[in-house]
């Protein structure tokens, strides 16, 4: 269970970070926002309006932004049918801060770079490797590790490499 639920995460953390420092380039967004042209465009044209104190206020007051709409999509943030915010729902706003923080650590490090599209997909491309790189990792561990480890510890505990029901009773 904790190769399959917990070490997933821990990874992706371990390669987000490594791929922040080794290449300068924050991934720790989803790969659907780093291939958003619209994102990418108010980047460069300096348009994404994010909360600067209550988050609550903000996302009731501007429900048209982009910053909106995405944390409908990436924080759980309801909507009903008339465009105001769902008051029964709750909304995580420290989610919803940790957030902001990414989309402007990102937007910071595409502005300094110079070139925007070239560090979104610079971005998206590092990202993907790292999904790749987990999925293998991940695989490694559950296919060939796990089993190894299981046969060690039998042996370690029964002192035998047979099966526990191949083993005769005397």
Do not use: H
Not at 1 to 14: D, E, R, S, Y
Not at 17 to 41: G, H, R, W
């Amino acid at each position: 269970m904790f190769l399959n639920f917990v070490a997933p995460a821990w990874i992706a953390k371990g390669f987000d970070s490594a791929s922040n420092k080794l290449f300068n380039t924050n991934v720790n967004l989803d790969p659907k926002i780093l291939n958003d042209k619209n994102f990418i465009e108010s980047i460069k044209n300096n348009t994404l309006k994010l909360p600067k104190e209550n988050i609550i206020d903000f996302l009731d007051n501007n429900p048209k932004t982009q910053f909106s709409i995405l944390t409908e999509k990436y924080c759980g943030v309801k909507r009903l049918e008339n465009g105001m915010r769902d008051p029964r729902v709750f909304v995580d706003e420290k989610k919803i801060k940790e957030f902001q923080t990414e989309i402007e650590k990102f937007s910071k490090q595409a502005k300094e770079s110079g070139n925007v599209d070239k560090f979104a997909k610079k971005a998206l491309k590092v990202k993907s490797a790292n999904i790749l790189a987990n999925i293998t990792l991940s695989s490694i561990l559950l296919a060939i590790c796990l089993p190894k480890l299981t046969f060690y510890l039998r042996k370690l505990v029964t002192g035998s490499d047979a099966e526990p029901g191949l083993v005769k009773n005397v």
